[in-house]
T-cell receptor, first 114, second 113 residues
Framework: DGGITQSPKYLFRKEGQNVTLSCEQNLNHDAMYWYRQDPGQGLRLIYYSQIVNDFQKGDIAEGYSVSREKKESFPLTVTSAQKNPTAFYLC?????????????FGPGTRLTVL | AQSVTQPDIHITVSEGASLELRCNYSYGATPYLFWYVQSPGQGLQLLLKYFSGDTLVQGIKGFEAEFKRSQSSFNLRKPSVHWSDAAEYFCAVGARGFQKLVFGTGTRLLVSP
């Protein structure tokens, strides 16, 4: 089945640690996105990538980093510089680079800082 | 800049009653509009979208939405709500050639027996 997978589903981090969230898609989509979701704030865009080896900052990129070495993979690293990382993280993808297209979402990763 | 407003944070509807969730957007050009649904702890599922053409769009699970340019609105409707419709609903707006979507803050739907 085609879709987007995110792992792990739950992640716990100690303060000062970097953690990496995985996002993989087998939809052959060009574009991929990372969102952060906090209660009452909707979805906020962290980073997005339209093609391999290229990505752009979203609205809240500080304290996060990404890479796009393969079309199907777009991992997100939450660094120790992110002051309040506890949140629900959603990965999405859409078909065509440079166009407005429907975004499809993965199941999400809940990150908790201990 | 694009923006989306969902004025209702929570809505409670009796099972079998009709539903309307409000969405207002701000954008100068013709918007691309989306409604997504999210069950607790899950990702977002696309209900329906509007890009152009007929302003009344049909989606999955019996939902529909109407684009009203004069009111800058894209309200979601369902004639008869089922208990399984209890979830959070997000409206989003994009624009032609603009890769990013802007999401509203969501409306949580509660369904009473």
């Amino acid at each position: 089945d085609g879709g987007i997978t995110q792992s792990p589903k739950y992640l716990f981090r100690k303060e000062g640690q970097n953690v990496t969230l995985s996002c993989e898609q087998n939809l052959n989509h060009d574009a991929m996105y990372w969102y952060r979701q906090d209660p009452g704030q909707g979805l906020r865009l962290i980073y997005y990538s339209q093609i391999v080896n290229d990505f752009q900052k979203g609205d809240i990129a500080e304290g996060y980093s990404v890479s796009r070495e393969k079309k199907e993979s777009f991992p997100l690293t939450v660094t120790s510089a992110q002051k309040n990382p506890t949140a629900f993280y959603l990965c999405a993808s859409s078909g065509l680079a440079g166009s407005t297209d429907t975004q499809y979402f993965g199941p999400g990763t809940r990150l908790t800082v201990l | 800049a694009q923006s989306v407003t969902q004025p209702d944070i929570h809505i409670t509807v009796s099972e079998g009653a009709s539903l309307e969730l409000r969405c207002n957007y701000s954008y100068g050009a013709t918007p691309y509009l989306f409604w997504y649904v999210q069950s607790p702890g899950q990702g977002l599922q696309l209900l329906l979208k509007y890009f152009s053409g007929d302003t009344l769009v049909q989606g999955i699970k019996g939902f529909e939405a109407e684009f009203k340019r004069s009111q800058s609105s894209f309200n979601l409707r369902k004639p008869s709500v089922h208990w399984s419709d209890a979830a959070e609903y997000f409206c989003a707006v994009g624009a032609r050639g603009f890769q990013k979507l802007v999401f509203g803050t969501g409306t949580r739907l509660l369904v009473s027996p």
